[in-house]
């Protein structure tokens, strides 16, 4: 028989931690700090719409773009934030989380032998999508010593002549890294000159403890040439309600909307009325957890800073991204051992690219009391490790 | 972080975490150690802070206790409004909480006793017995599910996955 699979499924590189979360999968006891989503439940005021809207017998697909009351709340939260205004009904696109809406957006402007700027450690689906889409991902290795932030000499020396796109994902997910205003700006002139668009993955824009976080969509000229992408996952603690949005010019958001209504038709519609209550009343909640977050993070770093665990002060996100370079193992297999000698879960950087080696991803999405019993075992693991 | 900010984020961390170790908080608020000592202890002083509780289930124990919600309907008193009704009632140390609310009553009691017995002399020989007290109304608890925000009937369980990208 032939080959049934794409050569070019065949050649994508799998997920590189996949052997990883194989050993996590059967160590049932195990406490993990891996988790890439809330430990809140959805509040339930949210919830009880979402049920709501079931009774109601609200049960058939919406519009292509979504309920036009989401995304009429969807631009005006867009606008109270970030003070750019997008059309409700042209310039937003409701997807089934943020994660389709970096896909849609890929296969709407790549074509093939595009390049797309992609900063890593980033969370593991851009490359992916990019190729996916007939694009050339160029991989950019973010620094420490930066605080995980694209400089501009980073981003000017992976520009070519066929550079497209660039994937902004900040805040960041695994490295907890933010882009602040000057940070943004530093990059502006390079993204016009270079007439390049942009990805910008604000997934964790609630979640940032420094100051407000601020997109690039705000500032001059950058709204024209960006896909805003946002949702409800991490804001919210909505992420089994697959729910995100992208806005962005009419031109790119309507060949998105095509290409949404023939592979997903619409995100679902309990979701997307669960999410219109989300919006309108959720602020409160939005509030209590990122103090909630901000509390353990800070006490995440003051631990660190106790065991002489060296690690950036990341100011968004639930991650931070200790370096374990001291210890000379590679980034696996300080987690294997972790995982095995003391039941520990955290994710190898290299999950998050190449550049990520040297690094574990330490979630605080985690009660307090989780945090302490688990920074008690990797205290001993390093205490062990340096004899 | 000005003084009044300071005072309502502690309050809100000690709110439901009155054991909590002040060292740890002063970690988690990013604030100093003695600034949230010395807070404290002003709150304490002017009655800010009241008290510290332990919130406990006491239906999970062998100790046998009963609580009451009491609706009670009463004529104010000349000048003093429900003031002495209510003072004249909290004194009482069965007495748990004492509120004024609005509706159809005046005052709002909850009280615990070992027996349905003792509540029941309680109102009867005692609250009933007030002069200002025109007529009350007892709900016995049957069962608490959630107390002081905390949710007494069932268990957090972490349904997650142990690890996702």
């Not at chain 2, 003072?87 to 027996?115: C, P, Q």
Request: hydrophobic share 35%; charged share 30%; glycine share 6%.
């Amino acid at each position: 028989m032939r080959d049934p699979i794409a050569r070019k499924v065949t050649e994508l590189k799998p997920s590189g931690i996949r052997k990883f979360f194989d050993i996590v999968s059967e160590m049932k006891d195990a406490i993990s700090l891996g988790v890439g989503e809330p430990d809140f439940d959805t509040p339930w005021h949210i919830r009880d719409e979402g049920i709501y809207s079931l009774e109601k017998g609200r049960t058939f697909y919406t519009s292509n773009s979504g309920l036009k009351e989401l995304r009429s709340e969807i631009s005006k939260y867009v606008e109270a934030s970030q003070g750019i205004n997008y059309d409700p009904v042209s310039e937003v696109l409701i997807t089934v989380g943020g994660s389709e809406a970096i896909d849609l957006a890929c296969r709407a402007l790549l074509n093939p032998g595009d390049e797309v700027i992609v900063p890593e450690p980033s969370y593991v689906s851009y490359v992916p999508c990019v190729i996916m889409a007939g694009g050339v991902p160029v991989t950019v290795d973010l620094k420490e010593e930066n605080e995980f932030r694209l400089q501009q000499s980073e981003l000017e020396n992976a520009i070519t002549e066929k550079t497209k796109l660039l994937v902004l994902p900040y805040p960041n997910n695994p490295t907890g890294a933010i882009m602040e205003k000057e940070d943004l700006e530093r990059l502006a002139d390079l993204i016009i000159k270079n007439d390049i668009y942009i990805i910008s993955d604000e997934i964790y824009s609630e979640l940032s403890y420094k100051e407000k976080h601020v997109s690039i969509i705000s500032l001059p000229g950058m709204k024209e040439r960006t896909i805003y992408i946002n949702g409800f996952s991490k804001a919210y603690a909505m992420t089994g309600w697959r729910l995100g949005y992208a806005c962005g010019p009419e031109n790119i958001l309507k060949e998105m909307t095509k290409l949404h209504q023939f592979c997903i038709m619409c995100a679902p519609t309990t979701s997307q009325y669960a999410a219109i209550e989300a919006l309108r009343h959720g602020q409160r909640d939005v509030d209590e957890m990122r103090e909630a977050y901000n509390g353990r993070r800070r006490f995440l770093m003051h631990e660190f800073k106790e065991m002489g665990l060296k690690c950036f002060e990341p100011y968004g996100a639930f991650y931070v991204f200790p370096s374990i370079k001291e210890f000379g193992m590679s980034s696996e297999d300080f987690c294997t051992e972790l995982l095995k000698e003391k039941k520990v879960a955290v994710v190898p950087g290299t999950a998050f690219g190449d550049c990520g080696e040297g690094f574990v991803r330490i979630s605080y999405a985690y009660s307090i009391d989780n945090l302490k019993i688990a920074l008690e075992r990797i205290r001993e693991f390093l205490q062990e490790r340096r004899g | 972080m000005d003084k009044k900010e300071m005072r309502i984020r502690i309050l809100k961390a000690i709110e439901h975490e009155a054991r909590v170790d002040i060292s740890e908080l002063a970690v988690r608020l990013g604030m100093e150690q003695s600034d949230i000592l010395n807070e404290m202890n002003e709150m304490e002083k002017e009655g800010v802070i009241c008290g510290y509780l332990t919130l406990v289930d006491w239906d999970k124990t062998d100790e046998q206790t009963v609580t009451a919600l009491i609706e009670v309907r009463c004529t104010p008193q000349r000048g003093q409004g429900f003031d002495v009704v209510a003072e004249r009632i909290y004194k009482f140390a069965e007495v748990n909480s004492v509120y004024l609310i609005s509706g159809g009553f005046d005052l709002l009691i909850t009280i615990e006793g070992r027996t349905l017995k003792e509540i029941s002399r309680f109102v009867t020989e005692k609250l009933s017995a007030q002069e200002a007290v025109l007529s009350c109304a007892t709900h016995f608890i049957l069962r608490r599910y959630k107390d002081h925000g905390t949710v007494l009937a069932k268990k957090y369980e972490d349904e997650r996955q142990l690890i996702t990208p």
